[in-house]
């Protein structure tokens, strides 16, 4: 009678198997996640939004879109905040950076 080989760990044959596939999973969400960080500009948010820049501006003064300023003038907006302003027009519930940004607009629209 030949003797059996010691069958292989069931646990380390499917922990070999699982670890590529568990990298590749969070290396997506991490992506994912840093791509809903990066900031844009106005010009490159009313590109994805398929929309002209007064209109981004115009989602932030009625407080559909959050704003960041950046070096205390410019506008910056995350894909995230972008994406859930396209979603609907809903009202977000404003930061004090984009209610600065906010009135910022009304007073370079003229309104009071």
């Not at 002209?52 to 907006?77: D, N």
């Not at 809903?90 to 309104?111: I, T």
Request: net charge positive.
């Amino acid at each position: 009678m030949a003797k059996d080989a010691p069958a292989p760990d069931l646990t380390a044959v499917l922990l070999d198997l699982l670890r590529p596939l568990i990298r590749e999973e969070i290396a997506k969400e991490r992506a994912a996640q840093e791509r809903g960080s990066e900031l844009m500009t106005t010009a490159d948010a009313a590109t994805i939004a398929r929309v002209k820049p007064p209109t981004i501006r115009e989602w932030v003064a009625k407080g559909r879109l959050r704003a960041r300023l950046v070096s205390g003038r410019y506008m910056r907006f995350t894909r995230a905040d972008l994406d859930a302003a396209m979603a609907g027009p809903k009202r977000q519930n404003l930061d004090p950076v984009s209610l600065a940004c906010r009135r910022a607009e009304q007073v370079r629209s003229g309104e009071r």
